[in-house]
């Protein structure tokens, strides 16, 4: 067993109002953080039932680091396990997503059924009466590494521990309901879009988090009116403030009041600029509490978005200290008109690496990462928007507290909480 | 992997006239001339007036799912994105240069020839540090106009679906 027991956090202070920038780049925590967290006690989105509809269906997720398929079997029950063979190791299933009746390993032909059971080991009892298992050799004792799931109204979570609370539960009366509701019906999946980030995994639940960047360096949300600090909007959490929801409604401002607040901060530029198309920005209601935007991070590793009438479940895999992949999974309901999906597509243009309200995410990672990277032992990030000391829900975008609850139950979670934290 | 979309064709198809094949290649690497240096109301110019420009992930593609990384339905939603790239996107800043190979002309018909060029995209920081960026295909359909040849639809299928940061400039 490896022993953390040497990893320690310098939180100067107990209200998580600063953040130690080595909390990004030690090795020691990144392994501390596979255990506790992905592996720990949580429940990690892996994908949509939508995307394995059939018996057989299978799609590889991940969980942190550890590849895990998920599958559905003839009874149309779900599936999931380790990728890696029971035998000395190697990768099971070797496309991302299809359809299999069992699977086998290619180093020696071990065949596993769909929950991952060992149903055959070629040669198990030698050959020409020779070599073979040894007589105490039992199957039953190889099987995969098993991952429990769950669906959520078609959102499949899974968990190493076999004991976690149901998922509603993990998600809380405000979560339950927002999710709920996303996935209200059946959906039919639009496509995927994937990015690699050079940065740690945890400045993108910090950046879901952050209320105060949405308008900031996403221009073309301030200048559409998408997002506004001047806006009426929220940023809440579920009791353990591990999950967050940041909400605003379109058209709460005006483009006049808004420019003023933004001319007054120092931050205008120029005029609102028009466009020869205006589809992309028209919002049309569907949101049964108004909300013209919401995105929710579920801890861990599970994101959710209605931007306008865009869609998506993200969802994000840890690929070592240095970086992370994020996966949008955008879909409509399987009732919409044609019409509705042709629009969620057009709308998907400001969505993913190259979305014009989401691209420069990935670049402001990026330059976190790549420059905290040599900050001394003692140089931190100040969250101190939306005020400081006891952690809990604000009604504005001008707020990052969100975040210091992030950090309030990532430190509970690791082991390293400082003497009597907020929690 | 097989190409779940490969067809079979010649290198370069010999009924189509060396005249239209010589014009699109010169498109073609015009196109991506222009982007490498930044000139982006070139770039629109090789675009007629009823164009489109899609760059689609090479997965969405194999798992027959329509959405896109950028998907722009006409020429007005292709200026736009040039505009907000223009005044509000923020990006890595860095240099492009497009490597093609050959075309292959897979038909021309009713005045539509139909060219698919394969492409990498190499991308330099500012500091001098260059990498591989991203590599696929163009699935160009080309018009020959009073102004010469024209993209009438470039669908960029990407293999490096899973991209590098971010994609702003178009590929
Ligand atoms: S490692 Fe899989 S069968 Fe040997
Ligand atoms: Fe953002």
């Known amino acids: 067993m490896k022993d953390f027991a040497g990893v320690q956090v310098n939180w100067p202070r107990n209200d998580y109002s600063r953040v130690p920038y080595s909390i990004y780049h030690d090795p020691e925590i990144y392994a501390l953080e596979q255990e506790k967290i992905f592996r720990g006690r949580c429940w990690n989105v892996l994908c949509l039932e939508a995307e394995i509809p059939n018996p057989g269906d299978f799609r590889v997720c991940h969980v942190g680091d550890t590849p895990v398929v998920v599958n559905r079997d003839d009874d149309g029950e779900l599936y999931a396990f380790v990728n890696r063979c029971a035998h000395r190791g190697a990768e ?138 001047t806006q009426v909007a929220g940023g809440y959490m579920d009791e353990k403030h591990r999950h967050s929801i940041l909400f605003q409604y379109k058209g709460s401002d005006s483009d006049e009041e808004a420019l003023k607040a933004y001319i007054e901060n120092g931050v205008k530029k120029g005029e609102i600029a028009g466009l020869n198309d205006y589809s992309m920005v028209n919002i049309i209601d569907e949101n049964p509490f108004g909300m013209s935007t919401r995105v929710m991070n579920v801890f861990p590793n599970c994101f959710f978005h209605q931007i306008g009438n865009t869609l998506a479940m993200r969802k994000i895999r840890t690929l070592g200290v240095d970086g992370f992949e994020l996966t949008w999974v955008l879909y409509t309901y399987a009732d919409d008109s044609e019409e509705m999906v042709q629009h969620r597509l057009n709308q998907a243009n400001m969505v993913g690496p190259a979305g014009l309200i989401s691209m420069e995410d990935g670049e402001a990672l990026e330059m976190v990462h790549r420059t905290t990277k040599s900050a001394a032992e003692d140089e931190m990030a100040v969250i101190e928007m939306g005020g400081i000391g006891s952690i809990g829900d604000r009604d504005t975008r001008v707020n990052e507290v969100t975040i210091r609850g992030f950090w309030a139950y990532y430190a509970q979670l690791m082991g390293f909480a400082p003497e009597g934290a907020e929690q | 992997m097989k190409d779940m979309k490969d067809v079979v064709v010649a290198r370069s198809n010999p009924t189509i006239p060396a005249e239209i094949r010589q014009q699109a290649s010169e498109l073609i690497l015009d196109s991506v001339l222009h982007l490498d240096r930044m000139e982006l109301e070139a770039w629109i110019d090789c675009f007629d007036q009823t164009s489109c420009y899609h760059v689609i992930p090479r997965e969405n593609i194999d798992c027959g799912y329509p959405s896109a990384i950028i998907r722009c339905d006409s020429l007005d939603i292709i200026k736009d994105r040039l505009m907000v790239l223009d005044v509000s996107s923020k990006y890595n800043p860095h240099w492009d240069r497009h490597f093609l190979n050959g075309t292959q002309f897979q038909s021309y018909e009713n005045g539509i020839l139909i060219a698919h060029t394969n492409f990498m995209i190499v991308q330099s920081t500012l500091e001098g540090f260059s990498k591989l960026f991203v590599a696929g295909h163009y699935e160009d359909k080309i018009v020959f106009t009073a102004d010469g040849a024209k993209l009438r639809e470039r669908i960029v299928v990407l293999d490096t679906f899973s991209v590098p940061n971010l994609i702003a400039v178009p590929l």
């Open chain 1, 92 to 229: 099971i299933v070797r496309e991302p997503w299809g359809t299999a009746k069992e699977h086998t390993c290619i180093y020696h032909a071990w065949l596993y059924n769909r929950k991952g059971d060992l149903k055959g080991v070629p040669f198990r009892r030698g050959a020409n009466g020779k070599g073979g298992m040894p007589e105490c050799f039992d199957m039953k004792n190889h099987n995969l590494v098993k991952v429990r799931v769950t669906s959520f109204n078609g959102v499949i979570f899974g968990t190493f521990h076999h004991d976690m609370e149901p998922i509603e539960d993990y998600l809380g009366p405000l979560f339950t309901k927002h999710v709920g509701e996303m996935f209200n019906r059946p959906i039919k999946i639009l496509g995927y879009q994937r990015q690699r980030i050079a940065a740690n995994w945890k400045l993108y639940p910090e950046n879901i988090k952050d209320a105060y960047h949405g308008s900031l360096l996403h221009e073309f949300n301030r200048t559409f009116g998408l997002s506004r600090l």
